[in-house]
Nanobody, 127 residues
Framework: QLQLVESGGGLVQPGGSLRLSCAVS????????IGWFRQVPGKEREGVAC?????GSIYSPNGRFTISRDSAKNTVYLQMNSLKPDDTGVYYC???????????????????????WGKGTLVTVSS
């Protein structure tokens, strides 16, 4: 059973940067894909970025956000730059088992595909 704990949220001014962390336990990043999601009140949870199991290929459709991982620390990061007020929300990391040898090397950024969730960390972008 994978456990995920997010940290690093807080208040930041527009244009600023923030790095979120997702500490993973109970399993390895080598055989779990991890994604970051954002949710604001009244809206559906939306995917932000994901990283595959195995070689750690990344998918970050938002050019201002970069996902990475430190396998030695079993931690996944989300670097967020040039933050805007619309980026405000609760950020969650989530994961699912994924064969590290599977090809093609892709990750799924869909909430319904995630098996494990953290409790979230709040990011507020405001002046």
């Amino acid at each position: 059973q994978l456990q995920l704990v997010e940290s690093g949220g807080g208040l930041v001014q527009p244009g600023g940067s923030l790095r979120l962390s997702c500490a993973v336990s109970g399993g390895s990043l080598n055989d779990h894909a991890i994604g970051w999601f954002r949710q604001v009140p009244g809206k559906e949870r939306e995917g932000v970025a994901c990283i595959t199991s195995g070689d750690g290929s990344i998918y970050s459709p938002n050019g201002r956000f970069t996902i990475s991982r430190d396998s030695a620390k079993n931690t996944v990061y989300l670097q967020m730059n040039s933050l805007k007020p619309d980026d405000t929300g609760v950020y969650y990391c989530a994961g699912y088992y994924s064969d590290p040898l599977r090809v093609p090397r892709t990750c799924v950024l869909n909430p319904v595909s995630m098996d494990y969730w953290g409790k979230g960390t709040l990011v507020t972008v405001s002046s």
